[in-house]
């Protein structure tokens, strides 16, 4: 996850802050999406037989985020 993506989650809109009180808590790990891979395949291990590709959006941060840059 981008750091901003990871600090509008946190403070903009506290989804993060949210999670982290429900079912023992949030456990967050970077997935390594940068410029250089637009895609990455990971697995949770509490969620065993599933399998989660993370792709990067080509689109602005959502207007609630502190990072987007003023209109």
């Excluded at 990455?40 to 959006?57: Q, R």
Aim: include cysteine; hydrophobic fraction near 45%.
């Amino acid at each position: 996850m981008h750091p901003n993506a990871h600090s509008d989650l946190t403070s903009g809109f506290p989804l993060f802050n949210m999670l982290s009180h429900w079912n023992g808590g949030l456990q967050w790990r970077a997935l390594g999406l940068d410029e250089t891979a637009s895609t990455i395949d990971f697995d949770v291990p509490s969620c065993e037989g599933l399998h989660f590709t993370a792709f990067a959006l080509a689109s602005n941060a959502p207007l609630f985020a502190p990072s987007r840059p003023a209109l």
